[in-house]
């Protein structure tokens, strides 16, 4: 079945340093991804989608690249600040899972000033 | 825009005890959704409802019952509730099709005494 690995967190970063997350995927068919983020108190919400292969989302200054050969959808930003702590979800979508979207263990960043 | 209220954000019950959570939306979305939500595992899928009367079974059904009367609504019984269930439990809802958003509630927490 289809299945989202992702960066154990949590993760502690000073303000103004690069991040990355790993997310790694298995499917046999064509997924959406996602990335999602969870801030205290809050449900997940929608930080980005790429519903195709080779192509980047990005939104407040993170980005990801779906890469099909490496199936990968790894998430970055180039300079951290406080206000992204939070916990990010990395997710798919596809044909083959009906209209449900699977969920990796999320990743919890703390950024510290 | 629209919202997801789960009521009640803290359902404190006995062991062995059947309760209930319940989710509402105002989006006018098809397809809603029970997820569970536990540190280092991530969100996991407990049932969905693509419509009225509709449920399909998700990764953790086991011991859980669900039931979508009414379009705006999805609400989730806990058959008998055990301490090593106490967890978020998130609603979410989409318009369909399997690269939409999810949009989530703030979370339900389960707390078994």
């Known amino acids: 079945g289809d299945s989202v690995t992702q960066t154990e967190g949590p993760v502690t970063l000073s303000e103004g340093t690069s991040l990355t997350v790993n997310c790694s995927y298995e499917?046999?068919?064509?997924?959406?991804l996602f990335w999602y983020v969870q801030y205290p108190g809050e449900g997940p919400q929608l930080l980005f989608k790429?519903?195709?292969?080779?192509e980047k989302g990005s939104n407040r200054g993170f980005e990801a690249t779906y890469n099909k050969e490496a199936t990968s959808f790894h998430l970055q930003k180039a300079s951290v600040q406080e206000s992204d702590s939070a916990v990010y979800y990395c997710?798919?979508?596809?044909?083959?899972?009906?209209?449900?979207?699977?969920f990796g263990t999320g990743t919890k960043l703390q950024v510290v000033p | 825009g629209g919202i997801i209220t789960q009521t009640p954000k803290f359902l404190i019950g006995q062991e062995g005890q059947k309760l209930t959570l319940k989710c509402q939306q105002n989006?006018?979305?098809?397809?809603m959704y029970w997820y569970r939500q536990d540190s280092g595992k991530g969100l996991r899928l407990i049932y969905y409802?693509?419509?009225?009367?509709?449920?399909q079974k998700g990764d953790l059904s086991e011991g859980y019952d669900a039931s979508r009367e009414k379009k705006s609504s999805f609400s989730l019984t806990v058959t008998s509730a055990q301490k090593n269930e106490m967890a978020v439990f998130l609603c979410?809802?989409?318009?369909?099709?399997?690269?939409?958003?999810?949009?989530f509630g703030e979370g339900s927490r389960l707390i078994v005494v």
């Open positions: 979410a809802s989409t318009g369909g099709g399997s690269g939409n958003t999810l949009y």
């Open positions: 499917t046999k068919q064509y997924p959406t």
């Open positions: 790429v519903p195709k292969a080779n």
């Open positions: 997710a798919l979508s596809d044909q083959g899972s009906g209209t449900y979207q699977r």
């Open positions: 989006f006018n979305h098809d397809t």
């Open positions: 409802s693509i419509t009225e009367n509709d449920l």
